[in-house]
């Protein structure tokens, strides 16, 4: 008797199965957005395929192209007992919408003396490797992790982009959902129905004990991606994928730099002001003087993202220069 293959998913259809299941459970779950309703194909990319036509273009709404008031009009309805996921096509596309995002929906607990909640998920996706450009594949969730109020999520599984998504909608504080749109396709282990994934609780995607490499997203498979290599030279790596970007689990990293000794971080978003500079502080303050190594950053320049495929190309890290940096580390060489 042959052994039954577990049931693979992508993240796309794993975020599909989220907001169709919100929606049959909550009536007051909507999802508004450029093209989402099916007469306009269900998404660019096919993510709300379907929800408009099951629960009806009145909680699944096509918008004109206007994020500002994509995003104020979530704002609106979730003042008024509605749990909106507005989705901005594209990461870069939030800046038209930054007076909503950073003044509105960040900050109105805050001004109404916790009186008032805002929950609304913003979706949106980015990423380079599609010859989209400088205006379309920058990574800006450092941007969003620096203003109180929001949480900032970035799955790099299918079954984390389903419980994240579910746990965003259930959270009463507005969430930034960054989608890498590179690993949309890619075929994972399914995820259970009705799954969460607590935001704030990171997981150790490999295990290790001579370095501790912190990432997220669409890096945590290229760091995966590394580890042969980094095994072929002696070194053990322990690949800490954060999945919650604000709040992120420091209890988890600073577990594993305990044992390890040494931390590296990787993201796809430039170096200068990141993620990574924020762990990377945050590490050294706890374990002054007692790290074997320096910590270091992998990250991508300080550029616009390039259109020429191979300058694009040499603009991400890959799992070579990951391997590269953290076998130097470990034997400084």
């Known amino acids: 008797m042959s052994e ?22 909550d009536e007051k779950v909507v999802m508004l957005g450029e093209d989402v309703a099916d007469p306009e194909g269900g ?21 004109p192209i206007t994020e500002q008031a994509i995003v104020g009009a979530a704002i609106g309805a979730s003042l008024a007992g509605y749990k909106p996921i507005a989705e901005i096509m594209l990461m870069n596309f939030t800046t038209v919408a930054m007076d909503m995002i950073f003044n509105h929906a960040a900050k109105l607990r805050y ?24 205006q379309h594949s920058d ?28 746990a965003a909608i259930d959270d009463p504080d507005p969430v930034i959902f960054v989608e890498n749109m590179p690993i949309y396709w890619t075929p994972m282990p399914a995820p259970k129905k009705g799954h969460r994934t607590p935001i704030g609780k990171a997981r150790i995607a490999a295990p290790g004990d001579d370095i501790t490499i ?26 800490i994928d954060l999945r919650s970007i604000q709040p992120w689990d420091q209890e988890a990293v600073f577990n594993s730099v305990e ?18 500079a924020e ?4 590490v050294a303050e706890r374990f002054h003087g007692k790290l074997k190594a ?13 259109f020429a495929k191979p300058l694009e190309t040499a603009f991400v890290p890959d799992s070579q220069r990951i391997a590269e940096t953290a076998i130097r580390l470990v034997k400084g060489k």
Not at 111 to 131: C, D, H, L
Not at 279 to 282: E, K, N, P, Q, R
Request: proline letters at 5%; hydrophobic letters at 40%; one cysteine or more.
């Open 294 to 306: 320096p910590i270091e950053r992998v990250a991508s320049p300080f550029a616009p993202v390039p």
């Open 259 to 276: 044992k390890t000794g040494r931390c590296m971080t990787v993201h796809e978003a430039v170096k200068p002001f990141g993620v990574g």
């Open 139 to 166: 990574f800006l969730e450092a941007w969003f992790a620096h203003a109180a109020g929001l949480k900032v999520v970035a799955p790099s599984t299918a079954e984390d982009a389903y419980g994240l998504m579910r």
């Open 214 to 239: 912190v990432t997220y997203s669409g890096m945590t498979h290229r760091t995966l991606g590394a580890l042969e290599a980094m095994k072929a030279a002696g070194v053990s790596a322990e690949v």
């Open 111 to 134: 001004m109404s003396g916790g009186q008032t909640n805002v929950p609304i998920v913003i979706r949106t996706m980015t990423g380079a490797g599609f010859g989209t450009a400088g």
């Open 4 to 25: 039954q293959k577990p049931a693979q998913a992508t993240i796309l259809q794993s975020l599909n199965q989220a907001f169709a299941d919100a929606m049959e459970e």
């Open 43 to 63: 998404g660019v990319t096919g993510a709300t395929k379907g929800l408009s036509t099951r629960f009806g273009e009145h909680r699944c709404r096509s918008t």
């Open 279 to 282: 762990i990377a502080a945050t």
